[in-house]
T-cell receptor
Framework: DTEVTQTPKHLVMGMTNKKSLKCEQH?????MYWYKQKAKKPPELMFV???????INESVPSRFSPECPNSSLLNLHLHALQPEDSALYLC???????????FGPGTRLTVL | QQPVQSPQAVILREGEDAVINCSSS?????VHWYRQKHGEAPVFLMI?????EQKGHEKISASFNEKKQQSSLYLTASQLSYSGTYFC???????????FGTGTRLTIIP
C-alpha cells in the first residue's frame, strides 16, 4: 500500500477564515512533507517533518502553521491567507528504507 | 538551485521514443522521477540512488550520471497514457528534501 490521503479535496476560504488541511499515511514512513504547487509550476517545498519533529521550514509565512500529532498524521493550519496563496497543496511521505517518496492527491485551495 | 529539464515540451506520435534530461548544478545523492497529469498529484515513477545506476519500469527507464550531475528519463514506444508533465526531483547529500526541476510537458498524439 503506497497511499497518502488528504482532506479536503477542495477548499474555498475567505481571508479572515481559519481552516486546516489534513494528511494521513499508514506506511510507517517517518518523513512527511508539505508542498505548494501553482499552475504549470513544479511543487515547492514548504515543510519537512522527520520523526514527528519539524526539520525544515522553507521560510514559509506564519499564516501557514504545520502540526504533526503522530507519525501517521500531518496537518497544515491556515489563517489570514491571501488570494495569492491559492494553489494545490500536496502532502508527501517518504520511506526511510528505499527513499521512495509518494504524494497524496492534494487539496485545491482557493482564497477569496 | 532548481534543476533544469530539457526539453520544456515535446509532442510525439504514439509509438515514438522520447528522452527527458535533468541537470543540476550541485552534486547529487539521488534523483526521483514523477509524472503529473493535469489536475492530479505527481505520481512516483522511480528513484536512482547510485551514480551510473539505471532503472526500468515497463517501457520507461532512467539513468543517473553522478559525475555530470545529470539524469535522463527514456520513454520507448510511447503510449497515450504517457502524456503529462514529467518532473525530476533531486536530493543533495545530507539533505532530506527534494528540489523539483522545471518540468517537461509531454503530449502523445494518436
Amino acid at each position: 500500500d503506497t497511499e497518502v490521503t488528504q482532506t479536503p479535496k477542495h477548499l474555498v476560504m475567505g481571508m479572515t477564515n481559519k481552516k486546516s488541511l489534513k494528511c494521513e499515511q499508514h506506511m510507517g514512513h517517518r518523513a512527511m512533507y508539505w508542498y505548494k504547487q501553482k499552475a504549470k509550476k513544479p511543487p515547492e517545498l514548504m515543510f519537512v517533518y522527520s520523526y514527528e519533529k519539524l526539520s525544515i521550514n522553507e521560510s514559509v509565512p506564519s499564516r501557514f502553521s504545520p502540526e504533526c500529532p503522530n507519525s501517521s498524521l500531518l496537518n497544515l493550519h491556515l489563517h489570514a491567507l491571501q488570494p495569492e496563496d491559492s494553489a494545490l497543496y500536496l502532502c508527501a511521505s517518504r520511506s526511510s528504507g528505499n527513499n521512495e517518496q509518494f504524494f497524496g492527491p492534494g487539496t485545491r485551495l482557493t482564497v477569496l | 538551485q532548481q534543476p533544469v529539464q530539457s526539453p520544456q515540451a515535446v509532442i510525439l506520435r504514439e509509438g515514438e521514443d522520447a528522452v527527458i534530461n535533468c541537470s543540476s548544478s550541485k552534486a547529487l545523492y539521488s534523483v526521483h522521477w514523477y509524472r503529473q497529469k493535469h489536475g492530479e498529484a505527481p505520481v512516483f515513477l522511480m528513484i536512482l540512488l547510485k551514480g551510473g545506476e539505471q532503472k526500468g519500469h515497463e517501457k520507461i527507464s532512467a539513468s543517473f550520471n553522478e559525475k555530470k550531475q545529470q539524469s535522463s528519463l527514456y520513454l520507448t514506444a510511447s503510449q497515450l497514457s504517457y502524456s503529462g508533465t514529467y518532473f525530476c526531483g533531486t536530493e543533495t547529500f545530507g539533505n532530506e528534501k527534494l528540489t523539483f526541476g522545471t518540468g517537461t510537458r509531454l503530449t502523445i498524439i494518436p
